[in-house]
């Protein structure tokens, strides 16, 4: 019997996603980097990291987990951690570009410093797009600076090797290392976001060493150099510092017991950890402990809700690409008005939500020079991570649905986005420690929310809702039921700033209706509310490239 052999030509399937130019075509991204200053050097770091090979590095790091090795070969203890080479290459490149310290270069770099974390948080937001995963140890290194400054002297022999650019992932002590990566170890099994019920404990040896025995739930980046620690210390919840190796150069007492098998952020290694005598440096005061890590953990939250701006537009991205080129009932996808209406909806959203992210890292830049910024980046910053961060999966979802099955299996990025976007919303506080720091400050600092509440209304003047908006956050948060109404008061204060930073990046027509469907009605299902009159300017804006 003759058998006619199948062709090869495929028809009507979008071309591979790849060589694509991640910082073209976005414009909370090229409105975020011309006032930071950064003219056309993302558009090249969007086209090397939208290459090909810059793509397959994150899929392979994600297919390759990380391993653990409690021992040699020869049964002697080691606890190292094996990542796969497409991981060293992501840390190396990154690292490269600074996202582990820009911020921190200071004089060496005068005109980069006082922009630093606005132009940080557009290159954090374009390699989140490739692979979030190893994001975490840059984010925590570049973050822990600003622990260690109750540490002068701590802070004086690390920062070198914290600004320093050259990746180097050997397992040796800190100080043969010319870069180094820095952790963090807050979590235990009988007590999470309740860090006063830690039980680890750290007893003083002299000075300001200690010996910290215990166990963690949650060790992040267990391959980094050293690692700030809370524990039980004589006075109280103290801070340390933790490294890899013990000052006369012997592997320190951190025994690492298991990975975590995680939904997502499989690139990166997480795992439960037992310190035994562990060598460690107090960081700050005895029983100020959480409020020496406070600023790290801001910083880090900053780069939470980066990331999954980030993630929401590698998404979009793809869903765009695929309504691009897929034809369905002779009209390109993008061009049936049902299709047309969810993609215009999720541009609008992303737009609106990268703004504010990169809106309050620019307040962190400008917070010692304004009361003003400093309080937007006291108070905004578990806000936009409470929105941003929990926004990220059910976009991801809606994203994927544009692409039907074919988003839905593991070839396509869509499902590895999926997974990773919860991770952002839970880590360094979920949503309702988020909603509750704000009605922690409202109870403690009325005057500042007001300020913030009033500045926003100001800037948000004439946009649909608005006004009515931040009444109702201020009703929330004073009334004698503050907790309850704490969720209810973040959401709607972030959708506020979204607005506000919407407005001063893009045009007014799009900040009215980003106000309109967002703050003056109950928002609706992506591509059911009202946006025809911005419909096919978002399509536009976000087709560009």
């Given at each position: 019997m003759d058998f006619t052999p199948l062709a090869d030509e495929v028809s009507n399937q979008p071309p591979p996603y790849a060589d694509?130019?991640?910082?073209?075509?976005?414009p909370a991204l090229t409105a975020a980097a011309d006032r930071a200053g950064m003219n056309g050097a993302l558009l090249a770091f969007g086209a090397q990291w939208g290459g090909s090979d810059q793509l397959a590095l994150g899929r392979l790091a994600n297919e390759n987990p990380p391993e653990l090795h409690s021992h040699d070969p020869q049964g002697r203890r080691c606890d190292v951690v094996e990542f796969h080479p497409a991981y060293h290459a992501l840390m190396a490149q990154s690292m490269d570009a600074g996202l582990h310290c820009s911020s921190w270069d200071g004089p060496a770099r005068p005109a980069e410093a006082r922009r630093g974390n606005a132009q940080r948080a557009t290159r954090l937001y374009v390699v989140s797009q490739v692979e979030a995963g190893?994001?975490?140890?840059?984010?925590?290194?570049h973050a822990a600076p600003a622990s260690l400054a109750a540490a002068p002297e701590l802070l004086r022999d690390f920062l070198p090797r914290i600004r320093a650019r050259n990746y180097d992932g050997r397992f040796v002590p800190f100080w043969e290392k010319a870069s180094i990566t820095i952790g963090m170890s807050m979590t235990e099994r009988q007590g999470g976001t309740d860090v006063r019920s830690n039980t680890t404990q750290a007893v003083p040896t002299g000075g300001s060493e200690y010996e910290i025995t215990g166990a963690k739930w949650f060790l992040s980046a267990?391959?980094?150099?050293?690692?700030?620690?809370?524990?039980?210390?004589?006075?109280g919840i103290t801070a340390f510092l933790m490294p890899r190796f013990r000052p006369d150069g012997g592997v320190n007492g951190v025994r690492l017991t298991r990975l975590k098998r995680k939904l997502g952020n499989r690139s990166n290694a997480s795992c439960e950890v037992e310190f035994e005598r562990a060598f460690a440096w107090r960081v700050g005061e005895e029983g100020r402990g959480i409020a020496t890590i406070i600023g790290m953990v801001q910083m880090t939250r900053l780069d939470c809700a980066v990331s999954s701006a980030g993630l929401m537009r590698a998404a979009l991205a793809r869903a765009l690409h695929h309504a691009r080129h897929r034809t369905a009932f002779q009209k390109k996808l993008v061009d049936q008005p049902a299709m047309a209406m969810v993609l215009a909806d999720l541009a609008l959203e992303q737009e609106a939500f990268a703004a504010l992210a990169f809106r309050l890292a620019l307040s962190f830049d400008e917070a010692s020079g304004s009361g003003t910024e400093a309080a937007h980046a006291r108070v905004l910053t578990p806000?936009?991570?409470?929105?941003?961060?929990?926004?990220?999966?059910?976009?991801?979802?809606?994203?994927?649905?544009v692409l039907g099955g074919n988003g839905y299996v593991e070839d396509c990025a869509l499902p590895r986005l999926y997974r990773e976007a919860p991770v952002n919303a839970i880590w360094e506080g979920s949503g309702n420690v988020m909603a509750l720091d704000l009605a922690r400050v409202a109870f403690r600092e009325p005057d500042l929310v007001q300020a913030i509440l009033a500045n926003l209304k100001e800037r948000t003047r004439g946009l649909p809702g608005a006004a009515a908006t931040a009444e109702a956050v201020s009703q929330c948060l004073h009334s004698g039921d503050r907790e309850a109404q704490a969720r209810r008061a973040a959401e709607a204060l972030a959708l506020l700033a979204a607005a506000a930073a919407l407005s001063e990046s893009a045009p007014t027509v799009v900040a009215e209706a980003f106000a309109a469907t967002r703050?003056?009605?109950?928002?609706?299902?992506y591509g059911a509310n009202a946006i025809d009159a911005v419909r096919d300017l978002m399509l536009e804006r976000t087709l560009a490239a």
């Open positions: 694509i130019n991640l910082a073209a075509g976005d190893h994001v975490c140890p840059l984010t925590m290194t267990p391959m980094s150099d050293a690692f700030l620690v809370l524990a039980q210390a004589p006075g806000v936009a991570k409470f929105a941003v961060c929990k926004a990220a999966p059910a976009f991801i979802a809606e994203a994927m649905e703050l003056a009605t109950v928002r609706g299902s």
